[in-house]
């Protein structure tokens, strides 16, 4: 287990954080934010005041999902199918880490479509996971019949309502590059949600240690910067020794008082980690 010390250290540089263990259910099978259906008016189709389609905030097939009802060996079998997915988006996002921090201007045009570029490159690096097949036909392979073809209904109505949306508000002309634009932004959809756990996972220990250390708004700003610096200079693979040089700078930012905090946090958490090897070696407690 990484210590608090390895979260000041390391966490900034986000590539180096480990994977979750597992990613819970609600995250797996969490559905659009609209109230649940009966089955005869499923629909992943609202729509705003002025009538345009109101887009979908995660992928969906995992929000189609969420609507069938399923039973809770169907959930859990959709569930693994999900979840193997979103792991394997959270090691791409791990390990090309320079690729998603020019995700900000993907489709927004004002960066001279670098973030466009740097979408397509990271879809490019995840055709391995593509090529296990489309995401719809896996879940809807772990699901009986008719709900899989509930699943397919629910899909192919939203796909064909962001196509015609498209189409209307003037950003393609023809179907086949709507439902093109349409596939990279669930794509997008999909990379944000992982980048959601690969960052929050180590922002949330960084925060914890800032509020051990009492760490000054330059401080916690200055000792970010330098490791996202390290970060993208060394893309995204920092070496040890760059690391260490960067670590001692971070060090000098810290008062004495600050120093004596962290040097009982790391014997803490040393102490926390002896005991758990301990106790993994010997469960029984003999």
């Known amino acids: 287990?990484?210590?608090?010390?390895?979260?000041?250290?390391?966490?900034?540089?986000?590539?180096?954080?480990?994977?979750?263990?597992?990613?819970?259910?609600?995250?797996?099978?969490?559905?659009?934010?609209?109230?649940?259906?009966?089955?005869?008016?499923?629909?992943?189709?609202?729509?705003?005041?002025?009538?345009?389609?109101?887009?979908?905030?995660?992928?969906?097939?995992?929000?189609?999902?969420?609507?069938?009802?399923?039973?809770?060996?169907?959930?859990?079998?959709?569930?693994?199918?999900?979840?193997?997915?979103?792991?394997?988006?959270?090691?791409?996002?791990?390990?090309?880490?320079?690729?998603?921090?020019?995700?900000?201007?993907?489709?927004?045009?004002?960066?001279?479509?670098?973030?466009?570029?740097?979408?397509?490159?990271?879809?490019?690096?995840?055709?391995?996971?593509?090529?296990?097949?489309?995401?719809?036909?896996?879940?809807?392979?772990?699901?009986?019949?008719?709900?899989?073809?509930?699943?397919?209904?629910?899909?192919?109505?939203?796909?064909?309502?962001?196509?015609?949306?498209?189409?209307n508000r003037g950003e393609q002309k023809d179907r086949f590059g709507a439902r093109v634009a349409e596939g990279f932004t669930h794509f997008q959809l999909e990379v944000e949600d992982s980048g959601k756990r690969v960052f929050e996972s180590g922002d949330k220990e960084f925060k914890e240690l800032v509020h051990k250390l009492d760490l000054t708004a330059e401080q916690e700003s200055k000792i970010q910067g330098m490791f996202l610096d390290l970060y993208a200079n060394s893309m995204g693979k920092p070496d040890k020794g760059k690391a260490a040089v960067v670590m001692l700078k971070s060090l000098g930012l810290l008062t004495e008082e600050q120093k004596v905090k962290l040097r009982q946090i790391i014997a803490e958490e040393a102490r926390s980690a002896a005991k758990a090897k301990r106790a993994a070696k010997n469960p029984a407690g003999k």
């Open 1 to 167: 287990m990484r210590t608090l010390f390895t979260a000041i250290v390391f966490i900034p540089c986000v590539a180096l954080a480990d994977p979750p263990a597992s990613i819970p259910q609600k995250d797996a099978l969490a559905g659009p934010k609209v109230g649940r259906k009966q089955a005869d008016d499923r629909t992943l189709v609202q729509r705003e005041f002025d009538g345009r389609l109101k887009r979908l905030e995660i992928e969906p097939v995992g929000a189609a999902v969420a609507l069938l009802g399923l039973s809770p060996e169907e959930k859990q079998a959709a569930e693994k199918v999900l979840v193997q997915r979103k792991t394997a988006l959270d090691a791409l996002i791990r390990d090309n880490i320079p690729l998603v921090l020019r995700l900000d201007g993907a489709f927004k045009g004002a960066d001279g479509g670098q973030g466009q570029k740097a979408l397509q490159e990271l879809f490019e690096k995840a055709r391995p996971i593509f090529e296990k097949g489309l995401l719809i036909d896996q879940v809807a392979g772990a699901l009986t019949p008719a709900h899989a073809k509930e699943l397919r209904r629910l899909h192919a109505e939203y796909m064909a309502a962001a196509v015609e949306d498209r189409i």
